[in-house]
């Protein structure tokens, strides 16, 4: 019974098991509530260990960053960083931010292998290099909680411009390149479910508008891909036709 008390308490708060398995009360809202937004979390973090590989492997494997806009990647980059330099510091529970550091990772790999392939091999060692030095600073206690504030509150601007740059690009290419339909579709639906736990688990306007605005954001690059897909498809197709 202890592994299991432990293995629920991942899920539930104490409160909320007491709730569950000793009152055996399993109508109560906020516990319903709570527990999903922890079981959500949990589910968003494991979905982006996987999130971006996709877009990783495709860079890797056509071996061109083509129609990947790097200064989108970069402010992506600063977004995600943010938030979880902010989350992190103020001691909001891993479920509620831990996406974040694993999408970082993630995104690092996309500048890196963008800047590699575009032949700037030593840019891409330094590009590394600064943004490790910049993550520790940020989560080391260097950094003033009054600056993660700041930092936090420029995330929607930065979200915004980092979104419109690349669907800018997807525009004047007519096509969204070497971006993953996987990738921006899980995107999508990882800053929706962010909403919900957001507001179960922090209550934190800057971090729940942030999310907003990123659903938001993601919906338009989502839309192109779908639009330019379709009409690829239908270019294809006229072509057999020919």
Not at 1 to 6: A, C
Not at 76 to 86: E, G, I, P, R, W
Not at 224 to 239: A, D, H, I, R
């Amino acid at each position: 019974m202890e592994v299991v008390k432990n293995f629920a308490l991942l899920f539930l708060s104490p409160k909320c098991y007491d709730n569950y398995f000793v009152e055996l009360d399993f109508m109560n809202g906020p516990c319903f509530k709570a527990s999903l937004s922890k079981l959500l979390g949990l589910t968003i973090i494991a979905g982006s260990l996987l999130v971006k590989i996709p877009q990783v492997h495709k860079i890797w494997h056509k071996r061109s960053g083509e129609g990947i806009n790097l200064v989108s990647v970069l402010f992506d980059l600063l977004a995600v960083t943010f938030q979880m330099s902010y989350s992190y510091m103020n001691g909001y529970p891993f479920s509620a931010w831990g996406d974040n550091t694993f999408l970082a990772l993630q995104t690092v790999t996309i500048g890196a292998l963008v800047l590699f392939y575009n032949g700037a091999k030593v840019k891409a060692f330094f590009f590394c290099l600064i943004y490790a030095s910049v993550v520790y600073i940020l989560n080391s206690g260097l950094t003033p909680m009054h600056v993660l504030i700041a930092v936090q509150s420029f995330n929607i601007p930065i979200v915004l411009i980092a979104k419109t740059t690349q669907a800018l690009t997807n525009y004047r290419n007519g096509s969204t390149g070497q971006l993953s339909a996987i990738t921006v579709f899980m995107l999508f639906a990882g800053t929706v479910a962010r909403i919900f736990t957001s507001i179960q688990e922090t209550g934190d306007k800057m971090i729940i508008m942030t999310y907003c605005v990123s659903t938001l954001a993601n919906g338009v690059i989502l839309a192109q891909v779908l639009y330019y897909w379709n009409s690829s498809t239908k270019t294809k197709k006229s072509k057999k036709q020919d």
